[in-house]
T-cell receptor, first 116, second 112 residues
Framework: NAGVTQTPKFRVLKTGQSMTLLCAQDMNHEYMYWYRQDPGMGLRLIHYSVGEGTTAKGEVPDGYNVSRLKKQNFLLGLESAAPSQTSVYFC???????????????FGPGTRLLVL | GDSVTQMEGPVTLSEEAFLTINCTYTATGYPSLFWYVQYPGEGLQLLLKATKADDKGSNKGFEATYRKETTSFHLEKGSVQVSDSAVYFCALPLNTGNQFYFGTGTSLTVIP
């Protein structure tokens, strides 16, 4: 049981290049999330998904796109990378909590992205 | 809107010292409250949680009590170890999609 895995672990991009970050979970979780973590700012939600084929915007969605074609995978795309997107990106997943309830999120190890 | 305010760090303590990391919340209703921990080079993981007022969450020697009167959920440990060096995040679930509002994190370094 690997939990939540992320690919790649580290990447360097030039401004304007594109890339896709892959998140996979083997816990059969319905919900998946992409966050970015920047110094002094905690975690900020980029996009999330409440089920296969669904996506929704979080707090900081601009410059990113996502897709959830399979329940176990959640892809984060950068169409035209900018230096402001230099960050550590975390994927997370959780069970559906039920109406009015909350559930623990399980996090991957992170992807460190540097945009030059 | 709903949010948490977390004590700023960094915090440096000697081994076996007492730890308190403050967290206060603003929320409609009485949501569950969470503490997550991030060890160096890793993702966040759940440390403990409390699901209702006056509940105490505990794990690995850490405790936090959900106090409705003071809207607080302070994290405490009686005797810290070097292995507790990490960043600690207070978190509050929001109403939609099991989203969480995470505090800015408090970095703890424990020196031998």
């Amino acid at each position: 049981n690997a939990g939540v895995t992320q690919t790649p672990k580290f990447r360097v991009l030039k401004t304007g290049q594109s890339m896709t970050l892959l998140c996979a979970q083997d816990m059969n979780h319905e919900y998946m999330y992409w966050y970015r973590q920047d110094p002094g700012m905690g975690l900020r939600l980029i996009h999330y998904s409440v089920g296969e084929g669904t996506t929704a915007k979080g707090e900081v969605p601009d410059g990113y796109n996502v897709s959830r074609l399979k329940k176990q995978n959640f892809l984060l795309g950068l169409e035209s990378a900018a230096p402001s997107q230099t960050s550590v990106y975390f994927c997370a997943s959780s069970y559906w909590p039920g109406p009015g309830l909350s559930e623990t999120q399980y996090f991957g190890p992170g992807t460190r992205l540097l945009v030059l | 809107g709903d949010s948490v305010t977390q004590m700023e760090g960094p915090v440096t303590l000697s081994e076996e010292a007492f730890l308190t990391i403050n967290c206060t919340y603003t929320a409609t209703g009485y949501p569950s409250l969470f503490w997550y921990v991030q060890y160096p080079g890793e993702g966040l993981q759940l440390l403990l949680k409390a699901t209702k007022a006056d509940d105490k969450g505990s794990n690995k020697g850490f405790e936090a009590t959900y106090r409705k009167e003071t809207t607080s959920f302070h994290l405490e440990k009686g005797s810290v170890q070097v292995s507790d060096s990490a960043v600690y995040f207070c978190a509050l679930p929001l109403n939609t999609g099991n989203q969480f509002y995470f505090g800015t994190g408090t970095s703890l370094t424990v020196i031998p």
